[in-house]
């Protein structure tokens, strides 16, 4: 009698390098590196050595160094995750790229979409994966609200509209040390590209691209030099408008996130940062969805780079769906 042995190949650990220490990696994202099965953050890098040195003390990294291009030629790195401020993520992705290795980008991926462009051309012509950090896309949250839209319970979805009121923050008065998302050669621009970029992306995954867009902006504030106060039409496919309004110096007393979805049978209402119970509201049916967040909110996204690089999966969130976003925060603050 013969006997067939099966040997069954673990998959190897995919190793993972983070520039970067900011306040968005403590729990938003890397903790997740380690948590996820097949993968383990094993070096982090900052320009500021000791920045690093405490980094990766605190969180276990065997690895820090003082130079963030150590990180992405480090051998033990396969795949880096860019989490600093806009202006330096062209310079390392393209240099990650360079290496041939994948590069996870924090959002929004560049400060403009000519530098989104030549990052992707780079990606396209050296066969490497780019991500970038529009986690949303793969949250239960809108997972939830695009399972409603797709089920056709509101019946032809006839408008959109997009309302983000924000207050100044205590450090947008500090004139002499502004905060690095309004300074435009660090951010790109202020906070629109900063966090408008989670609400305009979200949208062109659940009802696709845009067709058209039209925006105005300006600054009311005088806080800072970018625009704080953005007013868009955009048109999606099957001629689904959105009117999308964002005011940055708003009285706390108007804070507002909310999003509306407009239908034949009724509206859905949700939010894009404060995650509201999802409000389903139709003739003669209401309902609604309370969902929680993952104590890390970017560990589904980035379970699903490690599962496509496992050949088991498909990020939803590319360099070239992050392009888009960025293009369209160009134009509707006249930088396009």
């Given at each position: ?42 070096a982090v890098g900052n ?76 990606a396209e012509k050296k ?112 001629n689904l408008l959105v ?94």
């Amino acid at each position: 009698m013969q006997f067939i042995i099966l040997v069954v190949m673990e998959k190897e650990i995919l190793k993972w390098g983070m520039i970067g220490t900011g306040n968005v990696t403590e729990r938003k994202s890397a903790p997740s590196f380690n948590k996820i099965k097949g993968s383990q953050l094993v070096a982090v890098g900052n320009r500021t050595a000791k920045k690093a040195e405490d980094y990766a003390e605190r969180h276990g990294i065997p690895k820090w160094h003082r130079d963030p291009h150590d990180v992405i030629h480090d051998q033990s790195v396969d795949i880096v995750y860019i989490a600093t401020p806009p202006g330096s993520h062209m310079e390392y992705a393209l240099e990650t790229i360079y290496a041939g290795k994948p590069v996870y980008i924090e959002k929004p991926m560049a400060r403009t979409w000519d530098e989104c462009c030549i990052i992707n051309e780079a990606a396209e012509k050296k066969g490497v994966d780019v991500y970038v950090a529009y986690y949303r896309r793969s949250l239960d949250y809108f997972k939830k609200v695009k399972e409603i839209i797709d089920s056709g319970s509101l019946g032809k979805v006839l408008h959109i509209n997009l309302q983000q009121y924000f207050p100044a923050r205590d450090e947008d008065h500090q004139r002499n040390h502004l905060p690095w998302r309004v300074i435009p050669r660090d951010s790109g621009g202020g906070y629109f590209h900063d966090m408008g970029c989670h609400a305009l992306d979200i949208l062109f995954y659940m009802f696709g691209g845009p067709v058209e867009v039209m925006g105005k902006s300006t600054n009311m504030g005088g806080l800072y030099a970018p625009v704080d106060t953005i007013s868009a039409s955009l048109l999606l496919p099957d001629n689904l408008l959105v009117t999308g309004s964002w005011s940055f110096v708003t009285p706390k007393s108007y804070q507002k996130d909310q999003v509306e979805v407009v239908g034949e049978n009724g509206k859905l209402q949700f939010s894009i940062f404060g995650f509201t119970p999802i409000l389903l509201d139709l003739e003669n049916h209401k309902e609604s969805f309370p969902i929680v967040q993952p104590e890390n909110i970017q560990m589904p996204l980035i379970q699903s780079i490690v599962s496509e690089i496992n050949g088991v999966g498909k990020c939803p969130s590319t360099g070239l769906t992050a392009a888009v976003t960025s293009r369209v925060m160009d134009t509707i603050s006249g930088l396009f």
